[in-house]
């Protein structure tokens, strides 16, 4: 099993429509990163939390540390939200240990 | 200016052979990666350089050898390539180098081993 963990692998929505991405960890953390990858294969760093809710645009992310999860939500997707996302965790000095990814696509 | 750039973009080349992937970033950070993403799109950290200081070396084998000849730069060599190193090789830069710092990432080598 991995250490961390997110559902669903493939999400398929119509344009408009609210997605929630979700990720479980197993052990402890410094922080919670969100990243995206669009299908070119470049890698951005979306959001990175410790506690609460953080929001950039349509993108939310909540994270509840004592239950070790986090949700991405995006509102009134777009077909241009198509990617994959991915969760990781930072755990001590330096290093990052990453989900499988989500894979989200978007349809117009 | 590209925050981390790496070159090549693309690299094929047959089985035995030994290559170099090159990052270099020009954010100032003191700290470095070099990720593998697998067939799967799965990630995984195999080195993390802070300040040409080797800090994270993920069981990777010992044909792969990073090198930091100063802090804006970790480099990647190969030797003998196998078919399995095939994948995506990102390059990441973080300000000091924890788990509770946003990563820059660039924009990934393609190396196929035929």
């Known amino acids: 099993k991995n250490e961390v963990e997110q559902s669903p692998q493939n999400l398929t929505a119509q344009e408009g429509e609210f997605i929630t991405i979700n990720c479980s960890y197993s052990v402890g953390i410094s922080a919670l990163h969100w990243l995206q990858q669009h299908p070119g294969g470049g890698i951005v760093s979306l959001f990175m939390?410790?506690?609460g809710k953080k929001k950039h645009g349509r993108l939310i992310a909540t994270i509840n540390i004592q239950e070790k999860h986090s949700s991405l939500h995006i509102t009134a997707s777009h077909p241009r939200d198509s990617a994959v996302y991915i969760c990781?965790?930072?755990?001590?000095?330096?290093?990052?240990?990453f989900g499988q990814g989500t894979r989200l696509t978007i349809n117009p | 200016d590209t925050a981390v750039s790496q070159t090549p973009k693309y690299l094929v080349t047959q089985m035995g052979n030994d290559k170099s992937i090159k990052c270099e970033q020009n954010?100032?950070?003191?700290?470095m990666y070099w990720y593998k993403q697998d067939s799967k799109k799965f990630l995984k950290i195999m080195f993390s350089y802070n300040n040409k200081e080797l800090i994270i070396n993920e069981t990777v084998p010992n044909r792969f050898s990073p090198k930091s000849p100063d802090k804006a730069h970790l480099n990647l060599h190969i030797n003998s390539l196998e078919l399995g190193d095939s994948a995506v090789y990102f390059c990441a830069s973080s300000q000091r180098g924890s788990g509770g710092e946003t990563q820059y990432f660039g924009p990934g080598t393609r190396l196929l081993v035929l």
């Open positions: 990781a965790v930072g755990q001590g000095a330096q290093k990052l240990v």
């Open positions: 939390l410790s506690s």
């Open positions: 954010l100032g950070h003191d700290t």
